[in-house]
């Protein structure tokens, strides 16, 4: 058996299967050590610093005393509507439409990342045939996690074990003869075989890779998807979002030269620097994992690629502060810890609660480039193998939704919350409730061409509008029209989590005004601080007079700024 076949033999060449869901299995023979360095805001809890295992099952996320009585997101889902689960399919989420909302919204996040930092986004299918699963080494290592498919033809007189064990018996021997990429390709061409959902990208993504001609000139390329994947979970090891069969992930792959690899890698740190920043986790921490006992490839390429990682890590803004206040380095190194096909560099995020995940992962891959055959032309026109960065931010999308819902304690920020502005009428007049109607078709957008907001709304030169209504995106807003006192309608609006509360009466239709309420008192001085910056908008006690044409703008420079303002900006 030749040296790659046995590496392969005993770990995934998937970086994410490991930090998201299912531990990799571990190849070094030797104990390995994690050697910790202090950041500038760490404590000495040891749940919170001794978030880094080198054991296989080590779980993703640790807690402490104080996270004991942290939300739990599957009663923040239920009680808010945004998913459920049925029996007939477990471990893969259902979400409504207000969860949809946030997946949705959480997704375009990282689009526009996607395009401010030179990603192109790809859409690859759910279902290869096996043969695909054989040249990654999937099939052989991680088969058992996988969901295995048979083409429907009628008899049904081949089950899955028997198809497998024909198709094992072609490739094993013609590997044997050192040819099976070879027979895999002849399997390609059989249509009675048996397929997999895949658990992960990276392998569609080299097929795409290794149909284009490329030359050195179109690296780095960059390919990001959000196709759904499948992982066959045991029954009893699902929980909520956080650990499911069918999930999406923020999943990217960089095709670079090794002297890429630096830049791609502090390009992607910077990219997690800003999401998590905006997501406001109140630190995070980096873990660089090297080279284990057994490895793929050249020691010198082992030793380059850690070299390039240890100095992007050193550069971090934080780490650059941290060091020169003598305060030591803000990350720590797994030795030995690394993925036998490249090292790694794990991001951990601590929550409001005060509780620690494993979420995005940066990695290296030297091996499937080669098992795939990749290359590209050099400027002398010889060819060469590209490496690959396997990068998540978010890492499971449906994971950081959990972490996020615990994170906010179930109160939305308002840029990402489902449940955005409730127009509450005073009375159910008719002439009121068709005026709190027109609200919200002026905030949802469906009322593109009213005339009311066509034309600037106030004449301060040094007050401009956020941003151009072509521009804006549609607000997730209703009405109440319930018949409930007042007071009541408020009350209710601000238990279902919906950010603001816009009241209207008689008096402000016929000025043309709404009343704006802050549901929660942390974010009332924040909104009142903002909304000076707009001289036209009155002050009714905690509520604030606004004219209905200047509403959209007001609540776009309430929103984040990160995404209404710089981001969409730059997008």
Not at 209 to 231: C, E, G, I, Q, Y
Not at 297 to 310: F, I, K, Y
Not at 541 to 558: H, N, S
């Amino acid at each position: 058996m030749s040296r790659l076949a046995s590496l392969a033999r005993h770990a995934a060449p998937c970086p994410t299967l490991r930090t998201l869901h299912r531990p990799a299995i571990a190849l070094a023979t030797r104990p390995t050590t994690t050697r910790h360095f202090a950041a500038a805001d760490r404590t000495t809890n040891p749940a919170t610093t001794s978030t880094k295992s080198t054991k296989p099952n080590a779980p993703a996320t640790t807690t402490n005393a104080a996270a004991t009585a942290a939300p739990d997101h599957r009663a923040i889902g239920h009680a808010q509507q945004l998913f459920t689960f049925h029996a007939l399919s477990p471990g893969s989420a259902f979400f409504l439409p207000h969860g949809t909302h946030i997946v949705h919204t959480l997704m375009d996040l990282m689009r526009r990342q996607y395009r401010r930092f030179g990603y192109r986004e790809v859409i690859t299918p759910l279902l290869y045939k096996r043969a695909l699963w054989q040249v990654s080494g999937h099939w052989e290592n991680y088969k058992d996690d996988m969901f295995a498919v048979l083409p429907g033809n009628g008899d049904h007189q081949h089950d899955v074990h028997a198809a497998g064990a024909a198709e094992d018996a072609v490739a094993t021997e013609d590997r044997h003869d050192g040819c099976a990429h070879h027979a895999h390709a002849a399997l390609a061409g059989d249509e009675s075989g048996l397929y997999g959902l895949k658990p992960m990208n990276c392998p569609g993504h080299c097929l795409l890779f290794k149909n284009t001609r490329v030359s050195h000139k179109d690296l780095p390329m960059r390919l990001a998807d959000f196709s759904p994947l499948h992982r066959n979970e045991a029954s009893g090891a699902l929980s909520g979002l956080t650990r499911v069969r069918r999930f999406h992930q923020d999943d990217a792959h960089i095709f670079c030269t090794r002297d890429q690899i630096a830049a791609e890698i502090a390009s992607a740190l910077r990219m997690v620097d800003e999401v998590y920043a905006l997501f406001g986790f109140p630190a995070w921490e980096y873990t660089l994992a090297t080279r284990p006992d057994a490895f793929l490839g050249e020691a010198q390429d082992w030793d380059h690629a850690e070299a390039a990682l240890r100095d992007v890590l050193d550069n971090l803004p934080a780490n650059k502060a941290a060091m020169e206040a003598g305060k030591g380095r803000v990350w720590q190194e797994a030795e030995g810890d690394g993925a036998f096909y490249g090292p790694k560099i794990d991001v951990r995020v601590k929550d409001a609660s005060g509780r620690s995940h494993q979420t995005a992962t940066i990695q290296l891959d030297f091996q499937l480039p080669r098992r795939f055959e990749l290359t590209y032309e050099r400027a002398d026109n010889s060819v060469d193998t590209p490496v690959i960065v396997h990068r998540a931010v978010l890492g499971s999308v449906e994971r950081m939704f959990a972490i996020l819902a615990e994170h906010y304690h179930g109160k939305w920020p308002f840029w990402l919350s489902p449940r955005q502005v409730m127009v509450v009428p005073v009375h159910e007049g008719a002439e009121l409730v068709a005026y709190a109607n027109k609200v919200k078709r002026i905030l949802a957008m469906q009322d593109y061409l009213d005339t009311t907001v066509s034309t600037p709304w106030h004449a301060d030169p040094h007050v401009a509008s956020s941003t151009s209504r072509s521009r804006r995106s549609p607000l997730a807003v209703d009405v109440d029209v319930s018949g409930h006192t007042l007071n009541r309608k408020i009350r209710q609006a601000q238990q279902n989590a919906w950010n603001y509360v816009v009241v209207v009466g008689d008096r402000e239709m016929a000025e043309g005004k709404v009343n704006l309420r802050a549901s929660w008192e942390n974010q009332r001085e924040a909104t009142f601080a903002r909304l000076e910056l707009f001289p036209a908008v009155g002050r009714a006690g905690a509520e604030r007079a606004i004219p209905l044409a200047a509403l959209p703008d007001v609540l776009e420079m309430l929103g984040e700024p990160f995404v209404e303002a710089a981001l969409r900006g730059q997008a």
